[in-house]
């Protein structure tokens, strides 16, 4: 079993700032890429931002230059800054973890909960 668990979600003012992270914990032998993904009321989910095990990062146009993507391999964490947050951001943010579990197999998607940022006056 593979776990993901978000922290960090809240209401913020636009112009603000917050930060999200999300452990992963469990039976893993190897954490290949980790994210973020996004779904806001009515929409689709849609990628935010994903970084290599060795660091490489790509970002969705619309948060590119106000959200940075970081993570911790010692930790099996992921960090996601959220910074010039906009009413548009308002969402529920979901983890995202390419997964090894331990005892063999192969890699495969796994999700946290979901944790509610909400920008708004």
């Known amino acids: 079993q593979v776990q993901l668990v978000e922290s960090g979600g809240g209401l913020v003012q636009p112009g603000g700032s917050l930060r999200l992270s999300c452990a992963a914990s469990?039976?893993?032998?190897?954490?290949?890429?980790m994210g973020w993904y996004r779904q806001a009321p009515g929409k689709h989910r849609e990628l935010v931002t994903l970084?290599?095990?060795?660091?490489?990062?790509n970002y969705a146009d619309s948060v590119k230059g106000r959200f940075t993507i970081a993570r911790d391999n010692a930790k099996n964490t992921v960090y996601l800054q959220m910074n010039s947050l906009e009413p548009e951001d308002t969402a529920v943010y979901y983890c995202?973890?390419?997964?090894?579990?331990?005892?063999?197999?192969?890699?495969?998607?796994?999700w946290g909960q979901g944790t509610q940022v909400t920008v708004s006056s």
């Open positions: 970084i290599s095990r060795r660091g490489s990062t």
């Open positions: 995202y973890a390419d997964v090894w579990p331990s005892g063999g197999g192969r890699f495969s998607d796994h």
């Open positions: 469990g039976s893993i032998f190897s954490i290949n890429a």
